[in-house]
C-alpha cells in the first residue's frame, strides 16, 4: 500500500512538471513573438536596448539562446543589453560560458567589460578558468573586471594566478622623472609613457587583486606575500566560501 502511495505521488509530481514545463514554454514562445513584433519598429540603438531589456524579463532556454545572438552582432549598447539580461541567469553554465567566450571575441572595450561582470554575476564557479585569462589583457579596465569577476565566484582556481599576477605587479618598480631622456627599463629613448602606464596598472589592479583574494580566502591580507604565505600553509585544506 505505502509503495503503491508512493508511486502515485511520485506520477502526479511528474506530471504537474510537465504541466508547468509546458506553460513556461507557452509563455517564452509568446514572449518571443511579442519581442520580434516589437524589434521590426526599432528604429534606434535605445528602441533595440528598450526590446531586450523586455525580452529578458522572462528566462527560459528559448529566450537565453535568443539573447545569446546578440553578444557578437549589432551596437555595443545592444550586445551589453543582452549581457545584463543573460547576467541574470544564476548559476547557469550556457550563460556564463556564453559571455566569457563573447568577452574573448568581441573587441570593444566596453563591451568586453561588461561581459565579464556580468559573467561573474552568473555565479558560475566553472568560468574562473576562462577569467583568469584576461589578467594579462593590455586594457587595465578589462584586467580589473575579471579580477573582480573572480571574487564573486569565489573559486580557489583563482588564488594561485591572481598571487601570480600580483607578484609582477609589486615588481614594478617607480622611476625617477627623466624628462622623457635616457636608458629605462625597456631601454633607450623615451620611457616615461610606458613607466606610467605600468605605475597606473599597478595601482589599480594590485588593491583589486587584494580584495580579490580577501573575498576568496575569507581572510584579510595587507599585501600579495602575506596573501602568498596563507596560502601556501592552507592551500590543502581550503574549503571554497559560498
Not at 549589432?74 to 566569457?100: H, M, P, R, T
Not at 561581459?115 to 583568469?132: E, H, M, Q, S
Not at 579596465?141 to 609582477?168: F, H, T, W
Amino acid at each position: 500500500m505505502a509503495f503503491k502511495t508512493a508511486l502515485l505521488s511520485l506520477v502526479l509530481t511528474l506530471a504537474a512538471w510537465a504541466q508547468d514545463a509546458k506553460k513556461k514554454d507557452e509563455e517564452a514562445k509568446a514572449k518571443l513573438a511579442e519581442y520580434r513584433k516589437e524589434l521590426k519598429s526599432c528604429k534606434t540603438d535605445a528602441d533595440v536596448v528598450k526590446v531586450l531589456e523586455g525580452l529578458g524579463s522572462l528566462q527560459h532556454p528559448k529566450v537565453l539562446t535568443e539573447l545569446k545572438g546578440w553578444l557578437g552582432k549589432g551596437s555595443v549598447e545592444s550586445a551589453i543589453a543582452a549581457a545584463e539580461q543573460i547576467g541574470k541567469y544564476k548559476k547557469d553554465k550556457d550563460a556564463a560560458e556564453s559571455l566569457a567566450g563573447a568577452a574573448g571575441a568581441r573587441r570593444e572595450k566596453d563591451a568586453v567589460v561588461k561581459f565579464l561582470r556580468y559573467a561573474g554575476d552568473v555565479g558560475y564557479k566553472p568560468t574562473t578558468a576562462r577569467l583568469v585569462g584576461f589578467f594579462r589583457n593590455k586594457e587595465t579596465d578589462v584586467a580589473r573586471e575579471a579580477i573582480d569577476s573572480c571574487a564573486k565566484l569565489k573559486s580557489r582556481d583563482a588564488v594561485d594566478p591572481i598571487i601570480s599576477m600580483g607578484r609582477e605587479l609589486e615588481s614594478i618598480k617607480e622611476e625617477k622623472d627623466t624628462g622623457g631622456l635616457g636608458g629605462g627599463v625597456l631601454g633607450g629613448g623615451v620611457t616615461g609613457g610606458v613607466n606610467n602606464d605600468n605605475q597606473v596598472r599597478k595601482q589599480t589592479l594590485l588593491p583589486a587583486a587584494i580584495t580579490a583574494l580577501e573575498q576568496i580566502c575569507g581572510q584579510k591580507f595587507a599585501t600579495i606575500k602575506a596573501a602568498d604565505d596563507w596560502w601556501r600553509k592552507n592551500k590543502g585544506s581550503f574549503k571554497e566560501l559560498e
